[in-house]
């Protein structure tokens, strides 16, 4: 009989990243999939001795423990003590468990490299979400209180069918095995792509290559052009939501993906000298 759990999913993860966490975890909640996230559990975590009551739920609570691999994650006490508590229970269950997400190739103790994980920098946040409510369809495969499809109503903007994950597409999921080699197949995304100016527009664009980005106004207007390195898209375009004047108001914002963070530079010039947009600064 299948073992119920407080919890579907555990998320692990560094403070740096919680944009995209954060996105992935409101996308489940919204499915009624459980989720221990820290914003969802204030009240709950108030005044409690959060290294006991974390190792209980990284250890015992949860049907399945989702570590958000990065360089910061390393470095945090916090998540280690998380990871840990996660890596003893797959030890003592002899069971699959820990689910790694990367945002990089930074090695984690006790993560081995024969262990599929998933590229987040070539997935949504919502794209991820789908994957991991497939993964849980997959676990408990007769429960009555996963979603065997999602609503239209509630489905995200930009996210994909669950029903579609499974279907062989490149942009969707890249599983690295022993090794590190990446999916080499052909890459289907558009090469620009036009979003609203908020959290949840941001959160849509891809990730996984330098851009040159537009900051537009409501008619479309250039206001600002600037770059973007690899895995710091969401953060570098998320300055411009801030008031103060080094950020600048916006409509939507359009990427451009490019080879490398070279090319984004220069194609960022060639903008700036021939449209001079009101919030850069001239080129000399």
């Not at 919204?30 to 009551?53: A, C, M, P, R």
């Not at 279907?167 to 609203?196: C, E, F, W, Y």
């Not at 949840?200 to 664009?205: D, F, H, N, P, V």
Request: proline share 4%; net charge positive; aromatic share 10%.
């Amino acid at each position: 009989m299948m073992k119920l759990y407080e919890y579907d999913f555990a998320f692990s993860f560094a403070g740096e990243d919680r944009e995209y966490v954060e996105a992935v975890a409101k996308t489940l909640k919204s499915f009624n999939i459980k989720v221990f996230y820290d914003v969802f559990e204030q009240v709950n975590l108030w005044g409690k001795d959060l290294y006991i009551h974390l190792d209980e739920v990284y250890r015992n609570k949860a049907r399945f423990c989702v570590i958000f691999i990065s360089e910061n994650y390393r470095r945090k006490n916090w998540t280690n003590h998380e990871r840990e508590s996660a890596q003893a229970r797959a030890f003592q269950k002899n069971e699959e468990y820990i689910l790694p997400a990367r945002f990089d190739s930074t090695e984690i103790p006790g993560v081995r490299s024969t262990v599929g994980y998933i590229n987040l920098l070539e997935l949504t946040p919502q794209q991820f979400a789908q994957i991991l409510i497939e993964k849980l369809k997959i676990a408990h495969s007769d429960a009555l209180d996963v979603p065997k499809s999602i609503p239209k109503a509630s489905r995200a903007k930009g996210a994909v069918k669950v029903s579609d994950v499974n279907k062989p597409k490149p942009h969707q999921m890249t599983i690295v095995q022993q090794g590190g080699a990446l999916d080499s197949s052909k890459d289907s995304r558009p090469k620009t792509k036009t979003v609203n100016l908020t959290l949840e527009g941001i959160s849509q664009l891809f990730n996984d290559k330098p851009v040159v980005y537009k900051i537009l106004t409501e008619g479309g207007k250039n206001n600002y052009t600037g770059v973007a390195k690899k895995g710091k898209v969401y953060t570098t375009i998320q300055k411009h939501l801030q008031s103060g004047k080094n950020y600048v108001p916006g409509c939507k914002v359009q990427i451009e993906r490019m080879s490398s963070i070279q090319e984004a530079q220069q194609k960022a010039k060639r903008i700036i000298k021939r449209s001079r947009p009101k919030y850069n600064k001239p080129i000399k």
